[in-house]
Every structure is written in C-alpha cells, then in structure tokens.
C-alpha cells in the first residue's frame, strides 16, 4: 500500500524517520483530548509543514467518509505517505497506545467518583471547549475554499444542506455523505480543467 506521491514544488519538509512520525502523533494526541482535529491542523501543516493547508484539508476530507475516527485515519494516510505501511502502523501507534492508558485509567477514576457535582460540572466545560476548538478550527480552514473547485458559495451551500440533512432532519450520516457528497463530487469534477 502506498500513498500519493508528496506534492512537487518546492521542498517540503517530511518526518525523519517512522519514530518521529510516532511521537509527533504521540504528542498530537496527548494535546487534544476531545478537540484532536484543531492540534492536528497546527502541528502537521503550521508546525511541522508536512502538509499544506490544502492537502491538509483533502486529507481530512477523506478521512471523515472512511470508517473510524477521523484523525486516526489521517494518520493511517500521513505515515503512508511518507513510510508505507511501516509508517501507517508508526502514526496510528502513536495516536492511540498513551492515549487508550490514560482513557483506561480515567474511566477507572470515573467510575469511582462520578458521583460528586464537580466532576459532571467539569465535564460539561470541557465540551464546551472542544466544540470550541472544532469551530475555530473550521474558521481556520476555511481560506481553503477560495481554491476549491466548487467555488466558496457553492461549498458553504453543501454545508448549509450538510448541516440542516444531519441535525434538524435526522437523516442517517451515510445517506447525506452518498447523496450530497457524490453531488458535491460529481459537480468538482465537471469543473475539473
């Protein structure tokens, strides 16, 4: 299995080595628990400028139509870029094995102190932040849509349909993502040059 090859132009920096790959995913996922997408964005293209803004976001839009969570796949398809499959299990091995200890260990806590207000207090804050980070990192994003094919009024027009299909018409995430994404696929494609 290998991924694309990187974009040609200028030089664009890459891991060192499948290590580097674990423990730049390793630290990607140690700083967003629950709000990952937002860190991911600032470690792999600003920090790190593995990928460009661009490529970031056709990443991630892959990523969220596969099975599985969304930056786990991003992984998957970072470290196979760079290393082959060697690289994809580098990646996802540093997203998920300090991770799963710290969840295992947290529920654990849970179950001995759920109980008490503080703790239910304190996790409804933390989704407030994590909705937070997920907006700021779509306003992030966002400048992408300028040099998408679809042109950012069609593109918001699909978020609109996206967001109302998904949360005031219930409808299930598969049908939306086969009926508007293969739209949204087919009309990119008409504007392809």
């Given at each position: 299995m290998t991924g694309p090859a990187v974009a040609s132009g200028p030089e664009r920096p890459r891991p060192a080595s499948t290590r580097d790959l674990f423990?730049?995913?390793?630290r990607l996922a140690l700083q967003g628990f629950g709000g990952v997408l937002?860190?991911?964005?600032?470690?792999?293209?600003?920090?790190?400028g593995w990928l460009s803004r661009?490529?970031?976001?056709?990443?991630?839009a892959l990523s969220?139509?596969?099975?599985?969570?969304?930056?786990v796949n991003l992984a998957l398809m970072l470290g196979d870029r760079f290393?082959?499959?060697?690289?994809?299990?580098a990646a996802v091995a540093g997203m998920l094995v300090v991770p799963l200890i710290i969840v295992l260990l947290l529920t654990a806590a849970y179950a001995e102190f759920s109980r008490?207000?503080?703790?239910?207090?304190?996790?409804?804050?933390?989704?407030a932040v994590a909705a937070g980070l997920i907006i700021a990192t779509a306003v992030k994003l966002m400048a992408t849509l300028g040099s998408n094919?679809?042109?950012p009024p069609l593109a918001a027009a699909f978020a609109v349909l996206t967001f109302v299909t998904i949360v005031w018409l219930r409808w299930p995430l598969?049908?939306?993502?086969?009926?508007?994404?293969?739209?949204?696929?087919?009309?990119?494609?008409?504007?392809?040059?």
């Open positions: 423990f730049t995913f390793n937002a860190v991911a964005q600032r470690e792999l293209v600003e920090r790190k661009e490529e970031f976001v056709e990443m991630l969220q139509v596969l099975p599985g969570p969304n930056v290393f082959g499959l060697k690289g994809a299990f008490l207000a503080f703790v239910s207090g304190a996790l409804r804050g933390m989704g094919r679809l042109g598969i049908w939306v993502i086969a009926g508007l994404g293969t739209i949204a696929v087919a009309i990119a494609y008409t504007r392809t040059p």
